[in-house]
């Protein structure tokens, strides 16, 4: 399975942006999917997550009512929706699948492939 982040970019605080994340191989529509982030010299974090249907999700409590994560199965791409971005959220993002999961997981762990990453830079 290969990932494919996309979508990053410099925005200003409050602005909004959207990531995609593209997958190749494997079952994409039985997988949980999840967002993380890596800012500098910070260790990796959840972001978002959801089921393999879209039935489920999960938030990080520092981004909940900001961002949405959904998933398009016919397309093989789950979506990261972040508005009012706040120059906190500056990381690179990574998209991951977890191909055992039911349920969406925060843990790193739980998750099998990952992304590239793509960077977010938000300024003050």
């Known amino acids: 399975v290969q990932l494919q982040a996309s979508g990053g970019g410099l925005v200003q605080a409050g602005d909004s942006l959207i990531l995609s994340c593209a997958a190749s191989?494997?079952?994409?529509?039985?997988?949980?999917m999840g967002w993380f982030r890596q800012a500098p010299g910070k260790e990796r974090e959840f972001v978002a997550s959801?089921?393999?249907?879209?039935?489920?999700?999960d938030y990080a409590n520092s981004v909940k009512d900001r961002f949405t994560i959904s998933r398009d199965n016919a397309k093989n791409t789950v979506y990261l929706q972040m508005n009012s971005l706040k120059p906190e959220d500056t990381a690179v993002y990574y998209c991951?699948?977890?191909?055992?999961?039911?349920?969406?997981?925060?843990?790193?762990?739980?998750?099998?492939?990952w992304g590239q990453g793509t960077l977010v830079t938000v300024s003050s």
């Open positions: 991951a699948a977890d191909r055992y999961g039911v349920a969406p997981s925060p843990l790193i762990s739980e998750y099998d492939y």
């Open positions: 191989g494997g079952t994409f529509s039985s997988y949980a």
């Open positions: 959801i089921s393999w249907n879209g039935g489920t999700t």
